[in-house]
């Protein structure tokens, strides 16, 4: 297997409803990766696209096909890939492999979405659809549903008191807007306080407002190259030292290990065997903070904290930039945005500038290994990229 | 890279309107493939799934995460792939980098689709999706509208005249039926004749009923190994000896060559080239016959006509088993049935009996290499597929 190297990236400002398509938004944030990466369009042997709503929030399915023309390399192979919100993550994880491989030396991959458009109460019905159609979600468990279900098993099984871990989730969330609101391309750059998030509305016990991450609009890109063109390409490489991805079943057929989820261990666990690395190599995460107590289950099925020990972690500051490990520097899914399909190259996107040594106020002083975590539906699909400064 | 082969196919009869869910259909492929191939489910390492309208057709996306699970295989990496028609092609050609890359040595690909159960109507309009949100479906373009312009402009740019092809179009749906009466898997197991394509009710002009393929419910899977394993596994041994994708545009942007579609050329092109053979090596080809006009333009863009010319062809015979190519000895599209994102992997399951001799009066005698033609949208994706048996 050959290393492959990101030259590349980019990513719209994500927001929320606004007027471009998917399509507008992938071809700006694909623009943008390959200007930086220093190609051209025509370069692009083929391109792997996330995209879960596409057809619900604008009527386009295959868009894949029409973004490739879209932006100048027409003709060329193009997947759509549908993860839920993982969905630019698996599509990752397969244009890695075509590089690695050999078949290909410098493909295009990312990822769009404009769940905003929909508006929040149609998306979250919409997106329940990643759920089981059988058993869950026609049982009316939407994901903020999934998650303060888990949120109370975590309580319970880790005997954490509630109000505690309220308080905990709302230090993830505030952490999160901390950082967002020194990214400029975050949808929410704006402090929020723990007060803040307590006096929110309550939207499905114990989950507040401000615990959940926005549904929005945006796009995200990442150029791959096989290390031959890359060293010539960039002398700020960034490269694949390691991917991973599982799946799971509904809630009920992974009883046995939640609030744990088995798809995130078992795909961390490939990532850093590839990579060859443990939780403590890494310098920084982008998460799959989609509801607050998620930040909190995924620190510890990543390795970072033991078992229900996270929320006292995030108290103690170790989850900040410059702390033991620092936690969506980006703004995460809460501050930054989630525009479900482009999340997962979005948190790429972030990981790359941040072991370049781009991200300004918030940068994580001498990153030299990243990773990202993304996950879709009830751990549905686990994917995970651990990314390394230099050769 | 590793020769892969195929060491078990399955799929269910394709139907009309029925009661299970595509995650049934799947697994009911699934469980046949695993279980010819002589594994078992916790051999699986990774499935690709390929499903266009599950969301649309029952409220279910990320559907792979609960096939994976449902069929014994759970946690292992599982990809939805959306190419339209062409989705469990697409799926199909990254399964088999997975394994001819050495990451993977087993693995599962296939697609399942509940289109039947929307009804024609519904499923046309939610089908056309898959062409272009902004310039086509929006001005009426569904694809029945699609291939009856293609029609037209093949006759006009070859100088056939409409009678003339609209007899030799009838003449691609009678093969088909007559094969489709032989396959009991096919969802019409009837012959039809040429005045029953001409006396049927005209859908849009030129195309008549009996030019158009049914939308149906259904499921197919395919099995995929390395070839140190599936040395041990069969001794029927089938291999894929070459895989070809491309992408196109709108039908606007494919306007210099229409009605030649230039990203099919180009996909065999690759799929040729990746095998080292011509088109006058085929024995045996399952095509996308969505409709009769895309037989003929198929048979033109893959290279075993003239174009203009493959109507003529098809009045001599020369696309009957036993003739020049053997064309769609499953029936097809038109006859077999079309449930959208099983349609590819139908296609290899076809091919594989054949080139093993198991399709009884259907059988193209000694047949040594197939491949399969999967259109998506009107162009948007090619897959080309070359298998061979043997080692």
Known sequence: MRKVAVVGVGMTKFSGKQDKTAVELFAEAAVDAINESGLKPANIQALFLGNALGDFAEGQAQLQAFVADYIGAPFIPANRYENACASSSA??????????????????????????????????????????????????????????LLAHLYAR??????????????????????????????????????????????????????????????????????????????????????????SAGNLMSQKDYLPRLRSRELSAEQAYRMAGLTPKDIDVIELHDCFSIATLIALECLGFFEYGKSGEAVEKGETKVGGKIAVNPSGGLKSKGHPIGATGTAQVYEIVRQLRGECGERQVDGAKIGMTDTLGGDGGTLCNIILKRGW
């Open 91 to 148: 599509a990752f994880r397969d244009a890695f492999m075509w590089v690695a491989s050999g078949f290909y030396d410098i493909v295009l991959v990312g990822g769009a979405e404009t769940a905003a458009k929909m508006g929040t109460p149609l998306a979250t019905r919409t997106f329940a659809m990643a759920s089981d159609s059988r058993y869950e979600y026609p049982c009316g468990i939407t994901f903020p549903g999934v998650f303060a």
């Open 157 to 246: 099984k880790y005997n954490v008191p509630l109000e505690k871990l309220k308080y905990q989730m709302a230090l993830v969330s505030v952490n999160s807007h901390y950082y967002g609101a020194r990214n400029p391309k975050a949808q929410f750059q704006k402090e929020i306080t723990v007060d803040d998030v307590l006096s929110s509305f309550m939207v499905c016990q114990p989950l507040q407002l401000y615990d959940c991450c926005p549904f929005s609009d945006g796009g995200s890109a990442v150029v791959l190259a096989c290390e031959e063109k890359a060293r010539k390409l960039t002398d700020k490489p960034v490269y694949v030292a390691g991917v991973g991805q599982a």
